[in-house]
């Protein structure tokens, strides 16, 4: 008896779930696409992760040391272009 | 001596003709119920069946199809920023602070962490009297914080004065009758849903450790909950082991719609920034979108090369990448529109457990087995 009446309760939750969900208003596929395709399009350029900062000081995760590495390594540029220079001059 | 009789006689006669209406009425209801089964699964029938109907009548095109003629998002510049060492366990969950710098994480030795994570400095410790803190989140504050696990529970610490022990000011809100995977604060400091492995979902107040309302539908272990990101927020979608989503209707308790399409359990669900989509990730190795209005899945996100489950999901600000923490250690960026992978981000040495999108978009903060978390930006 128990089992019958909890039997009952189980397929009355089931069907009560699906008349819900039949009586749920649907759009087709192609619209609801075209609204999400909008809402990410309008939103796109302000998206950091995909398009970058405007510029690195905007991000607040950019490295530390970052001005402090670019000095270095201009430097070591500017150092290895003279050598660059005084070795073609030498072998000349 | 006459009552005596007189009530001896009486209670059987009476018994007997309560028993025969009783009789008679448990056979007419189960005449009836028994009829009702019948008619209630053979009218489920029915409706599954139109409801398939109108779901392939409204499926007119495809996701990708439509998206092909989009330009194709180019260069992910996305770099490991930061690197949050913590002790030997595992992590297990992580959220930001709504002040873009703080990150809550939770570990299998049942330590809860606050990190900085501008310095990379732990801030706060707090020791839970069990292990394997699943869940963790931030209240919209900043000044909560709700964790739990195999503890069966949800306590909430109060951590806005850095100065005093939050263990101090210890709350325990809630109890499931089995782990608890996943908890938010819903819009307020007020209120905690907690999705649990007893299959349910429950809305607790924080003041009173009330039950406000649990959510009753699913057939196996609830893995991950999200909130709606309308004005409104009064929906909220679970993924649970039974491979379904449920999106739920928080005022009545009840499951407004369901969606089914994954092979195995499901890990992790996000809505779209948009609201009117939601994802998932599971253990099939795949992520999906459905989107709510047309009522069906619309996108899968899988590659041949990746095998491995995955844990977690979270949309980028626009809602146009998706990102998936794997078992295989990666983090991949998918295209929500072209279903294409457009990056892979690689640093963690185990299973990536948990991700999150800074409030602001501008960061991404994973937590994994290797007892790190990484923020990418």
């Known amino acids: 008896m128990d089992m019958m009446i909890s039997n009952l309760q189980q397929q009355r939750q089931i069907t009560e779930q699906l008349r819900r969900e039949a009586a749920v208003k649907r759009i087709p596929v192609s619209q609801a696409i075209q609204d999400i395709i909008k809402y990410i399009r309008e939103r796109e350029m302000e998206d950091c992760l995909m398009v970058g900062f405007s510029s690195q000081k905007a991000n607040p995760f950019r490295e530390k040391n970052s001005s402090f590495c670019l000095c270095l390594s201009f430097c070591l540029v500017i150092k290895l272009t003279r050598i660059k220079y005084q070795l073609l001059r030498y072998f000349d | ?377």
């Open chain 2, 1 to 377: 001596m006459k009552d005596c009789k007189s009530y001896s006689v009486a209670p059987p006669l009476a018994d007997i003709a309560l028993r025969n209406i009783w009789n008679l009425d448990m056979a007419l209801d189960v005449n009836t119920r028994s009829e009702t089964v019948e008619l209630l699964s053979r009218e489920a029938d029915c409706l599954k069946h139109k409801l398939e109907e109108e779901r392939k009548k409204l499926n007119d095109v495809t996701l990708a199809n439509v998206a092909e003629r989009l330009e194709e998002v180019t260069f992910l510049n996305i770099k490991p920023r930061r690197l949050l060492k913590g002790n030997q366990a595992k992590m297990l969950c992580c959220d930001w602070s709504p002040d873009k710098r703080h990150i809550v994480s939770s570990s299998q030795d049942g330590k809860l962490l606050i990190w900085d994570a501008f310095t990379s400095a732990k801030e706060q410790t707090v020791t839970m009297p069990t292990t394997w803190v699943m869940a963790c989140a931030y209240s919209p504050s900043g000044n909560l914080v709700a964790c739990g696990g195999l503890d069966n529970k949800v306590t909430v610490f109060n951590i806005s004065n850095p100065e005093e022990d939050p263990s101090a000011k210890k709350k325990t809100v809630g109890t499931h009758t089995n782990f608890m995977s996943c908890c938010l604060f819903p819009n307020s400091d007020q209120q905690i849903l907690t999705g649990s492995g007893d299959a349910t979902a429950a809305l607790w107040d924080v003041e009173s450790g009330q039950m406000l309302q649990s959510f009753h539908g699913h057939t196996g272990d609830i893995m991950s909950i999200d909130l709606s990101p309308s004005e409104i927020g009064n929906t909220f979608i679970s993924g649970s082991c039974d491979k379904m989503l449920l999106l739920w209707d928080m005022r009545t308790g009840q499951s407004v719609q369901s969606f089914e399409g994954h092979l195995s359990d499901i890990n992790s669900v996000k809505y779209h920034p948009s609201g009117d989509a939601v994802a998932s990730g599971s253990d099939d190795s795949t992520c999906r979108m459905y989107d709510l209005r047309a009522d069906k899945e619309v996108a899968v996100y899988s590659k041949e090369s990746i095998l491995f489950g995955v844990n977690s999901i979270d949309f980028s600000v626009s809602g146009r990448i998706l990102f998936g923490g794997y078992t295989d250690y990666t983090i991949n960026a998918w295209d929500s529109l072209k279903c294409e992978r457009v990056s892979l981000l690689y640093g963690h040495e185990n299973r990536v457990t948990s991700i999150k999108l800074s409030p602001d978009g501008t960061a991404l903060a994973s937590a994994s087995w290797d007892a790190s978390l990484r923020v990418w930006a």
